[in-house]
């Protein structure tokens, strides 16, 4: 069997997983859906801080559909012995890597996708203006989050404390990048600090697709910045990715 046939094989196994693992359905695609809803709902009549929440809320969930989710996913997997295993069978790596990103991937598409939907139809925010500029800030999004993430469980030693090493990165990012605020208002201190992570830049380039328009000659420092934090991941990962 070919590289690409096994890749889709573990890609359709990946998904069947996902969909049967009720708490991973939860925090990757209803969680967001809920902050969504609930601080649309506070804000409804302000289209100004429609115009920063709905692409805040896509950014958080291409960060949570790979970093959070590929965290996991590698933390349990080395701990039960399943990387090892995997890596005892003929199966290239590239194949596994392939369908186990592939599938992070593909939710971090859905739920992009989504949230532009529902903030269309619900709350009357603009279709895209620029889909070229969506779709790299996506990509380059998921590339930097999910390579992160898979370095980030080099340190995790456990998967009991997976939840805590994930929601200590997790949840001071998303409050200080904008997410649910304009980072204008933070403090200068916590303002550089999101000024330095790639969350905030893949926002402000999703904002810049979804709501202004401006195109990509308007975000290249943001862009420039994921792409760098992308080449930090993928270097990490491969360094020091350890299959036991």
């Known amino acids: 069997m070919s590289t690409a046939a096994l890749t889709w094989r573990q890609f359709r196994f990946e998904r069947k997983m996902f969909w049967r693992n009720p708490s991973a359905a939860f925090f990757n695609f209803t969680l967001p ?5 609930m601080i649309a709902s506070v804000f409804g009549a302000d ?7 709905i692409p805040g809320i896509a ?8 970093f959070t989710a590929l965290t ?3 933390v349990f997997n080395r701990e039960q012995g399943i990387l090892k295993r995997i890596r005892g069978t003929p199966m290239p790596p590239i194949a596994y890597f392939g369908g186990v990103i592939g599938s992070a991937v593909a939710n971090a598409i859905v739920q992009v996708a989504l949230i532009i939907v529902i ?10 203006h620029n889909y070229l500029e969506l779709v790299l800030f996506v ?22 404390a997976a939840a805590a090493y994930v929601n200590a990165v997790f949840l001071p990012v998303i409050f200080i990048s904008g997410v649910f605020y304009s980072t204008k208002s933070l403090p200068l201190v916590f303002k550089a600090i999101a000024v330095s992570l790639p969350l905030k830049h893949v926002i402000d ?34 360094r020091y990715f350890r299959w036991d």
């Open 119 to 128: 903030g269309h139809v619900f709350y009357d925010v603009s279709w895209p």
């Open 205 to 238: 380039g999703l904002h810049g697709a979804i709501v202004s328009g401006q195109g990509l000659g308007h975000n290249l420092t943001a862009l420039a910045v994921v792409f760098g934090w992308a080449v930090v991941g993928l270097f990490l990962t491969v």
């Open 59 to 66: 950014g958080m969930s291409v960060l949570g559909t790979t």
């Open 33 to 37: 859906f809920l902050f969504l809803i």
């Open 72 to 74: 996991y996913t590698f």
């Open 47 to 53: 289209r100004k801080e429609l115009n920063i929440l």
């Open 139 to 160: 990509v380059l999004g998921v590339v930097a989050f999910g390579s992160l993430g898979i370095a980030f469980a080099h340190v995790i030693p456990n998967f009991d």
